[in-house]
């Protein structure tokens, strides 16, 4: 076989014959200018090519919006009559406007007008989460409304259309429902800058033909109140709908079950969330509300999204023919110095306590406690205040104890008068009163001054858990003096207790015990005989040692650690106050002394109640002795 062997000259023409190719590509390729021509035409093609497609697409989304709007023109009529027209419009869409300021944000939606979210925005819940009063559709507005060619309708499914302005500093939305461009149903919102109060309008504009003005408009409110505290069941507690009617009356429903009332003049609602509040606040007081709670905590282990749920129902009465009613909606802490500024009486809404206990709180307490927080940590200042408490009060266990001294000295005397009149009780009662009379001793003297200490007292029980100057704040191993401290977490829940251990609540429980067992102990020293038919005080007061730790270790253990750290500081100071009395200033040498003086002097006078005793058991032992003689 012949064997093929590569062609030199074949070779070098294929080469030849490449390079003149490639040369001849080279020479026909465009220049750098015939390029940058070429571009630039090719841009403009596209551009006019994008500008006919967006041309084109415009002109269908007009068309086909045109035709839907048209063919659903008739449908919208017959459901809503001539409020089709704002059905029609391209707002008519379930999109929301954002309304802020440094402290509040707010969506508005078009559906219904009003607003669906509100965000707090200086605080966090328990989790860290911002503070949102509003959201998720917990709260529905509506007006209920009838129209002239009787139909019913709800302006909550509706839709408006919103329009945001400023005037200077503040911001101002209008939500329209609009029955043609001239003719509307409005919702008018004010923002001013760094305010948590919200100004709220409802008015109407050419709808005196729509309206049937026979019938006044339905103002309804539902609102579902966000839990935002660690402990559910506390927090419930101070969940409360409140409000001020006739004046300045203040009231509030159901703390712990559902309830419903029916109240006329009615000058502001709260729907308090504890620490936080959404208050409606019309200029004019309205004439007839109906206010409902319910209770929605009825397992806290599974209820723990919401506390309660508020609804109000009030009628808006027509004027010429038209809605005009002006109002003011706050967002934001149930915080006195806050609301005070408003001068709406608004800090009523703040569960201080009714009477005297509500004016110690708001005109000692609160004032006292904010001076001191300027200069101390809060857990510092708690401290502080309790001790100024109880060092202006001293005066009332001196009292006390000294009552206790003299009668523990008479005890063997009175014990003598018992024994000599054992058949006659009356006599007995009456020998006592006259010996303690002459000696100076009484057990009112003692039981007198205490009463003092009681509006005090309960003033500080009602101040702390609502004192927002406590939410949040640290103190030791306290996270958040409003809220319970937790130091052991149970597997497991115990009734009335809860799922966690808390320290101070323990605290306090040991100092109560030890202080109940030294004042109870003197008690019982001065204890008169069991006399027959009536209860052991004794035994009561033992049981009562051991009953009061007991209730306060369970009933605080869910409870504002700051209540729990005053108790513990209070009673602390309550023993080292009756040491050092007992120890250094009452020496019952020298009260025995004075007794010995005062049983040397003419006896003092009867005051009013011993002489009104005097004559009790005078008719008592009249009526004895005439039963007596009827037996005979």
């Not at 712990?256 to 620490?275: K, L, M, N």
């Not at 002006?326 to 809404?349: F, H, Q």
């Not at 300027?374 to 100024?388: D, E, K």
């Not at 303690?436 to 007198?448: D, M």
Request: aromatic share 12%.
């Amino acid at each position: 076989m012949e064997e093929k062997k590569i062609d030199l000259n074949t070779v070098i023409g294929f080469i030849l014959i490449g390079a003149i190719l490639l040369f001849m590509l080279w020479q026909q390729q465009p220049t750098p200018e015939e390029l940058a021509s070429l571009e630039e035409a090719r841009l403009e093609e596209l551009s006019n090519e994008s500008s006919l497609n967006q041309a084109t697409l415009v002109e269908k989304e007009v068309k086909v919006q045109t035709a839907g709007s048209s063919q659903n023109l008739e449908d919208f009529k017959s459901k809503v009559g001539d409020f089709a027209y704002a059905m029609s419009l391209p707002s008519a869409t379930s999109i929301s406007t954002t309304f802020e300021n440094e402290v509040l944000s707010l969506k508005i939606d078009n559906k219904g007008g009003f607003i669906s979210e509100v965000k707090l925005k200086n605080y966090v819940n328990h989790d860290s989460v911002p503070v949102y009063l509003i959201k998720d559709g917990s709260s529905q507005f509506n007006l209920n409304f009838a129209t002239a060619d009787n139909r019913i309708l709800n302006s909550s499914e509706l839709y408006f259309q919103p329009k945001l302005t400023t005037t200077g500093d503040n911001q101002i939305l209008s939500m329209r429902l609009k029955v043609s461009e001239s003719q509307f149903l409005e919702y008018r919102y004010e923002l001013k800058p760094n305010d948590h109060m919200l100004g709220f309008s409802v008015r109407s504009q050419g709808l005196s033909s729509i309206f049937n003005t026979s019938q006044d408009v339905q103002l309804n409110w539902k609102f579902d109140a966000y839990r935002h505290g660690k402990s559910i069941s506390f927090e419930n507690r101070y969940t409360r709908l409140s409000f001020e009617h006739e004046g300045e009356k203040t009231n509030k429903l159901s703390q712990t079950g559902d309830d419903e009332e029916s109240v006329t003049d009615v000058s502001w609602i709260s729907f308090r969330q504890h620490f936080f509040s959404s208050i409606l606040v019309p200029d004019i007081p309205f004439k007839d509300v109906n206010l409902k709670s319910f209770n929605l905590v009825n397992d806290e282990t599974v209820d723990t999204l919401f506390t309660k749920r508020y609804e109000l129902n009030l009628p808006l009465n027509f004027s010429g023919g038209e809605l005009t009613h002006n109002m003011n909606v706050y967002y934001g802490p149930t915080y006195d110095k806050i609301l005070n500024k408003y001068n709406k009486n608004l800090e009523a809404s703040i569960p201080f306590g009714w009477g005297i206990i509500g004016w110690i709180n708001k005109s000692v307490f609160s004032p006292l406690y904010g001076w001191l927080t300027n200069y101390l940590s809060f857990g510092i200042a708690i401290i502080v205040m309790t001790i100024m408490v109880k060092v202006l009060l001293s005066f009332v266990q001196y009292k006390q104890f000294l009552s206790q001294a003299k009668m523990k000295i008479l005890k063997p005397e009175l014990d003598a008068i018992r024994q000599k009149y054992k058949k006659d009780k009356m006599k007995v009662q009456k020998e006592t009163m006259a010996l303690q009379n002459k000696a100076g001793a009484s057990p009112l003297s003692g039981c007198l001054p205490g009463l003092i200490q009681v509006p005090v007292f309960y003033s500080l029980f009602m101040f702390f858990p609502v004192a927002f100057e406590l939410r949040q704040k640290p103190f030791l191993w306290v996270e958040d003096l409003s809220s319970y401290d937790s130091i052991a977490e149970l597997p497991f829940y115990i009734p009335f207790y809860g799922d966690h251990i808390s320290l101070f609540p323990i605290l306090a429980s040991i100092a109560i015990f030890f202080y109940m067992k030294m004042t109870t102990g003197q008690q019982m020293a001065t204890q008169a005989p069991i006399q027959e038919g009536m209860p052991d005080m004794a035994k009561m007061m033992k049981y009562m040692i051991y009953f009061s730790p007991i209730l306060m270790l369970v009933f605080f253990n869910n409870y504002a650690s700051g209540l729990s750290l005053y108790y513990f500081i209070s009673n602390l100071i309550s023993i080292g106050i009756m040491l050092v009395i007992k120890n250094f200033i009452i020496d019952e040498s020298k009260v025995l002394a004075k007794i010995q003086v005062s049983k040397a002097k003419k006896p003092k006078p009867q005051n009013r109640f011993q002489k009104k005793m005097a004559e009790i058991m005078e008719q008592a032992e009249a009526q004895k002795q005439a039963q007596q003689k009827q037996k005979k």
